[in-house]
């Protein structure tokens, strides 16, 4: 498995595990101190995405401004 996919599976349960010790009231000084270590772990996860993240769509065309593919360029209209 890539580091970047790990980066976001602990970035996902380290929120989540934060969220549910919120809803259970759990002691205060630990949630500040998970509640202050999370910009890390999100830049941390970021970082790993930006480094070892390959993007895998089509490259866009020369004339081409945007590329949606999920919907066809042609009935999008004007915006």
């Known amino acids: 498995m890539k580091k970047f996919k790990i980066a976001i ?3 996902t349960v380290y929120l989540l595990v934060y969220v549910l010790l919120i ?5 205060y ?3 500040f ?3 202050s270590f999370s910009p890390v772990v999100l830049v941390y996860m970021v970082y790993q995405i930006l480094k070892n993240g390959r993007y895998l769509g089509k490259e866009l065309g020369a004339n081409e ?3 949606y593919q999920d919907v066809d360029k ?3 209209g004007t915006f």
Do not use: E, K, V, W
Request: net charge negative; glycine share 4%; no cysteine.
């Open 33 to 35: 101190i998970m509640f």
């Open 65 to 67: 401004a945007y590329g």
């Open 23 to 27: 809803q259970i009231n759990f002691d």
């Open 29 to 31: 000084a630990f949630i």
């Open 74 to 76: 042609n009935t999008l």
């Open 9 to 11: 599976i602990f970035a």
